[in-house]
């Protein structure tokens, strides 16, 4: 099992560009959720899903966009990247949220993107 | 608004030299607390889970507690090999709060 993977795992991009980051897992998980790591700040929830063809808003979602048209894929998109969107991407997926045994999250190694 | 607070930010130890971290949580409904150990340049690896007041859970070296406002992590006689940063993180509802972490670096 390769668990939960991210492409790319490095991108600099220019103000403005756009992008799209790939997550996917091989673990048949519901839930699935993308992060952002900046220091000293801890990793912050961008958007997250409980299920094929559903997203939900996190903490910062604010300049992003997702979709999960498949169970195991879930993709990050930045329409017009900013500086500020300068950080280290995480991805993960858990079995559930809450309220049983298996609800840590499996997380993936990371994208670290750059914004000029 | 839910917070997790880490403190030390960062510690040093010698190899051998026990020591905890903490981790102090506000939050409405505490469903659960996550321990997460984060090598430089990967991703957070789930240690361990604490779900009610006076839990506790080892694995090896660590041993994670749990009290209606606060956590710690003991590391019994660290090896260097236990150098990482240490994530808390709280479940609340359905999503995961987390600490900006402690910084553990253990010197042979």
């Known amino acids: 099992n390769a668990g939960v993977t991210q492409t790319p795992k490095f991108r600099v991009l220019k103000t403005g560009q756009s992008m799209t980051l790939l997550c996917a897992q091989d673990?048949?998980?519901?839930?699935m959720y993308w992060y952002r790591q900046d220091p000293g700040m801890g990793l912050r929830l961008i958007h997250y899903?409980?299920?094929?063809?559903?997203?939900a808003k996190g903490e910062v979602p604010d300049g992003y966009n997702v979709s999960r048209l498949k169970k195991q894929n879930f993709l990050l998109g930045l329409e017009s990247a900013a500086p500020s969107q300068t950080s280290v991407y995480f991805c993960?997926?858990?079995?559930?949220?809450?309220?049983?045994?298996?609800?840590?999250?499996?997380f993936g190694p990371g994208t670290r993107l750059t914004v000029l | 608004e839910d917070q997790v607070t880490q403190s030390p930010e960062a510690l040093r130890l010698q190899e051998g030299e026990s020591s905890s971290l903490n981790c102090s949580y506000t939050?409405?409904?505490?469903?659960?607390l996550f321990w997460y150990r984060q090598d430089p340049g990967k991703g957070p690896e789930f240690l361990f889970t604490l779900y009610s007041a006076g839990e506790e859970k080892e694995k090896e070296r660590l041993k994670a507690t749990l009290t209606k406002k606060e956590s710690f992590l003991h590391i019994t006689a660290p090896k260097p090999e236990d150098s990482a940063t240490y994530l808390c993180a709280v479940l609340n509802g359905n999503k995961l709060v987390f600490g900006a972490g402690t910084i553990l670096r253990v010197k042979s």
């Open positions: 939050v409405s409904g505490l469903r659960g």
């Open positions: 673990m048949n998980h519901e839930y």
């Open positions: 993960a997926s858990s079995y559930s949220i809450w309220g049983s045994s298996y609800n840590e999250q499996f």
């Open positions: 899903s409980v299920g094929e063809g559903t997203t």
